[in-house]
């Protein structure tokens, strides 16, 4: 192995980047037939659970921008997958929520983006598993609990 492929592959970064955009690639093709795209689904499948969450709310859970998080609620929301409620105290701040046709395809959304985590997991055994996602856990805390950007 040459000294340029075994840095290659010790950048954390990098192979996270390659693993989200396959991902994201894997989504796309996966949904594409019920207009769903990659970075639409994760709201979804988080409305499922929690129904009638802010805008804001998006944004922190997933460390996204106010802006991108706009665009894709209305992208949604143009596809019929949710509404908007606007906050009665505060006619600022809309609730979004599921429509039928969206609560409609959840279980087969569910079973298309599942596909990627079992071929993921695929070949490694469960303790391997729980070490990753530790890991994965542990660095996403560490990225959160430094969002000025600055390394410490």
């Known amino acids: 192995m040459s000294k340029n ?3 290659a592959q010790t950048n954390v970064g990098r192979l996270i980047s390659i693993l989200h955009r ?3 690639m894997f989504h796309n093709q996966q949904l594409k037939d019920i207009n769903i795209s990659s970075s639409e689904f994760p709201f979804l ?3 499922n ?3 009638g969450v802010t805008q804001e709310t998006f944004a922190q859970y997933y460390g996204m921008d106010k802006a991108a998080v706009t665009r ?3 992208s949604l929301e143009e596809k019929g997958f949710v509404y908007r409620a606007k906050n009665k105290e505060d006619l600022r701040c809309n609730y979004i929520y599921l429509t039928d046709k969206s ?3 959840l279980p087969e959304l569910r079973l298309r983006v599942d596909r990627w985590n079992a071929f993921l997991k695929e070949g490694l055994d469960d303790k391997e598993v729980e070490i990753v996602i ?3 856990n542990r660095m996403v805390e560490k990225v959160e609990n430094n969002r000025n950007g600055e390394l410490k």
Do not use: E
Request: glycine content about 0%; charged content about 20%.
């Open 5 to 7: 492929t075994k840095i």
């Open 22 to 24: 396959h991902a994201q």
């Open 45 to 47: 499948l988080y409305l």
């Open 49 to 51: 659970s929690i129904d």
């Open 72 to 74: 894709t609620i209305q």
């Open 103 to 105: 609560k409609d395809i």
């Open 134 to 136: 530790s890991i994965l």
